[in-house]
């Protein structure tokens, strides 16, 4: 997916709510954690130089504690919207 897709998406996504969008997150981690292999096995077939390897999972990690950091924001969001208001309890006169 190109990134203007990924954009398209992540607008659709949000203007259908929380649900969505966290789903959308899951897909993107799950994106990141293959990249992590990919970036694992172009070095060691000697595709990928160590240095370059090591800049890009830094990288890597870096979007997936950003990315990993928004879904718990998220998640967390829509417990609090799901759950029924606190009203203060009438005090006794």
């Known amino acids: 997916m190109m990134p203007y897709e990924r954009f398209?998406?992540?607008?659709?996504?949000?203007?259908r709510?929380?649900?969505?969008?966290?789903?959308?997150?899951?897909?993107a981690l799950g994106s990141l954690s293959e990249l992590s292999y990919?970036?694992?096995?172009?070095?060691?077939l000697g595709l990928l130089a160590?240095?370059?390897?090591?800049q890009l999972e830094g990288v890597r990690t870096k979007a997936g504690k950003l990315t990993w950091g928004l879904y718990a924001t998220v998640s967390r969001k829509a417990e609090q919207g799901?759950?029924?208001p606190v009203r203060p309890s009438a005090s006794p006169t």
């Open 50 to 54: 160590r240095g370059d390897a090591e």
């Open 82 to 84: 799901n759950r029924p």
């Open 17 to 27: 709510g929380s649900a969505e969008l966290r789903r959308f997150l899951d897909i």
């Open 8 to 15: 398209t998406a992540w607008k659709a996504s949000h203007e």
């Open 38 to 44: 990919a970036i694992l096995l172009a070095r060691d």
